[in-house]
């Protein structure tokens, strides 16, 4: 069973820059992928990155080129670095797992992020 604990976030002003990171325990060698969804009130839940085994990574449109989601495979670490942040990413942040056959989800417990001056 993947567990994943978040550590990071916080407040940030705009334009600055923040880490978010996701230490994952119980992958074993089922694990598929990782990546980063966010919740912001009011609004959708938005997957903003994904890395698969290979390395691979995919960002949509909203962040291309901000963030850079990054994964440790001996620390077991995921990580997402996050720059030029604006009000717009104001939201709760989760790290993710997807694992066997069916994609099992894991989620972390979630971490705040607030971009405000």
Do not use: H
Request: charged share 15%; aromatic share 6%; glycine share 12%.
């Amino acid at each position: 069973q993947v567990q994943l604990v978040q550590s990071g976030g916080g407040l940030v002003q705009p334009g600055g820059s923040l880490r978010l990171s996701c230490a994952a325990s119980g992958t074993d060698n089922s694990l598929n992928g990782m990546g980063w969804y966010r919740l912001a009130p009011g609004k959708a839940r938005e997957l903003v990155a994904t890395i698969n085994t290979d390395g691979d990574t995919q960002y949509p449109p909203s962040v291309e080129g901000r963030f850079t989601i990054s994964r440790d495979n001996v620390k077991n670490m995921l990580y997402l670095q996050m720059t030029s942040l604006t009000s717009e990413d104001t939201a709760m942040y989760y790290c993710a797992a997807w694992s066997g056959a069916d994609g099992r989800e894991a989620l972390g417990q979630g971490t705040q992020v607030t971009v405000s001056s």
